[in-house]
């Protein structure tokens, strides 16, 4: 493919995003950025524009964050001076046949993509992905947990809800760590798995049981699993930490409630930013690399 005939626009996210645009700047394509961190010194090959929209303008393919989109449908974007909502207006100065890759869209953006006839390519659930920026959301998630607690993870009773890609990583660094470990999944060959790697492993249905022994729940689904029924046995000191997509694996207004300590650990990514931003745009690339093929 020819990439100096692609414009990219990036728009929204943090410290990955200068990776992920210094690494779509060096294969010479037309590549505009707003709405992260932009560094001092700039980023070779890469125009900041002034707005999101002056970035999507004549753009064929359009990068937005991994993290996805709050509940008002704002981009993931926390140094942005004000919220990107990406809506028809914006993305229809988009050059057809247009393509916008993000971690997920909520129904809005995909109705507005619809409208327009832009072709929308999700990856929050890609596991190649998922893998690669894995050992920065567990080094992550580790941060927030001694930040967060008294005690030390060794020797701790942690339970790790899900065993996706995600959760078997926690469940084995859990395990490496020395806290005695417990796993609820659905899936009873996840469950074995997890058994095999030496924790204990129950159904969903026994997290109430097993809830007033616990010192930390960490949750990997994005559904809202851990409830009132999990919460309300939980020992007071107990920390809860969510590292699921919206909208989460526990149901934070109970546990606000409930006076637990609660940390929706999302983004964890950012800890390494330039090694979780050079393994997105791997992915990224080959995305890319595809949409053009399919069209030549």
């Not at 996805?68 to 046949?97: C, K, N, Q």
């Not at 990583?169 to 470990?181: C, I, K």
Request: charge should be neutral.
């Amino acid at each position: 493919m020819d990439w100096k005939q692609q414009t990219i626009a990036i728009v929204g996210g943090d410290r990955r995003e200068q990776e992920i645009a210094r690494q779509a700047g060096m294969t010479g394509a037309d590549v505009r950025a707003f709405g992260f961190p932009w560094p001092e010194k700039g980023i070779a090959h890469v125009t900041r524009a002034t707005d999101a929209s002056s970035a999507l303008r004549a753009a064929n393919i359009a990068l937005f964050p991994i993290p996805g989109m709050s509940a008002e449908g704002a981009l993931f974007a926390p140094a942005a001076p004000s919220p990107i909502v990406p809506d028809r207006a914006m993305l229809a100065g988009m050059r057809a046949p247009a393509h916008i890759i993000l971690g997920w869209a909520n129904d809005s953006l995909k109705a507005h993509c619809q409208s327009l006839s832009i072709t929308l390519h999700e990856y929050e659930w890609d596991v190649e992905l998922m893998l690669l920026r894995g050992p920065a959301i567990v080094e992550g998630m580790l941060k927030a947990i001694i930040e967060n607690t008294d005690i030390t993870i060794h020797r701790s009773r942690v339970c790790v809800v899900g065993q996706g890609t995600i959760g078997s990583l926690v469940t084995r660094w859990m395990v490496a760590l020395g806290a005695h470990t417990h796993v609820a999944a659905r899936n009873p060959v996840q469950r074995a798995a997890a058994h095999v790697m030496g924790a204990q492993a129950h159904p969903l249905e026994a997290l109430p049981s097993i809830a007033p022994d616990l010192d930390t729940i960490i949750s990997t689904v994005p559904a809202q699993i851990v409830g009132r029924g999990v919460l309300a046995r939980l020992p007071e000191h107990a920390l809860l930490v969510d590292l699921a997509a919206p909208p989460g694996g526990i149901d934070r207004e109970t546990a606000k409630e409930l006076g637990l300590k609660f940390v929706w650990a999302r983004g964890m990514g950012s800890r390494a930013p330039v090694t979780v931003g050079a393994s997105q745009w791997s992915g990224i690339k080959k995305r890319i690399e595809a949409i053009c093929g399919e069209q030549s």
